[in-house]
């Protein structure tokens, strides 16, 4: 089971960006998927997650609005739309994997209930 996050970058305040996360040796359809973000000095947070089937999401509330995911599971991979970027958005984003969470468990997001990780992708959001 490997994840691998992409997509992160610098953009300026208002900016778009789009995180993917291409997951191998599982089918992606079983899993529930959550981006979370740790900016310097701060506790991982959780900032979207997707079930497995795709019918439940959840968003948190400094990005409802402003972030949209998605998954493709004929590519195994997860999206991360992220429009209206703040500079408080800036934060290393990892995305996390679990085959267990039912789509009732994905809000609010726990940590420790994802059981893979990808290595993060840095977004830095200029002001």
């Known amino acids: 089971v490997q994840l691998q996050a992409s997509g992160g970058g610098l953009v300026q305040t208002g900016g778009s960006l789009r995180l993917s996360c291409a997951f191998s040796?599982?089918?992606?359809?079983?899993?529930?998927v959550g981006w979370f973000r740790q900016a310097p000095g701060k506790k991982r947070e959780g900032v979207s997650c997707?079930?497995?089937?795709?019918?439940?999401?959840y968003y948190a509330d400094s990005v409802k609005g402003r972030f949209t995911i998605s998954k493709d599971n004929a590519k195994n991979t997860v999206y991360l739309q992220m429009s209206s970027l703040q500079p408080e958005d800036t934060a290393v984003y990892y995305c996390?994997?679990?085959?267990?969470?039912?789509?009732?468990?994905?809000?609010?997001?726990?940590?420790?209930?994802?059981?893979?990780w990808g290595q993060g992708t840095l977004v830095t959001v200029s002001s």
């Open positions: 996390g994997a679990s085959p267990t969470l039912d789509p009732s468990d994905i809000d609010p997001p726990i940590v420790e209930a994802y059981e893979y």
């Open positions: 040796g599982f089918p992606l359809s079983l899993y529930a």
């Open positions: 997707i079930s497995g089937s795709g019918a439940v999401t």
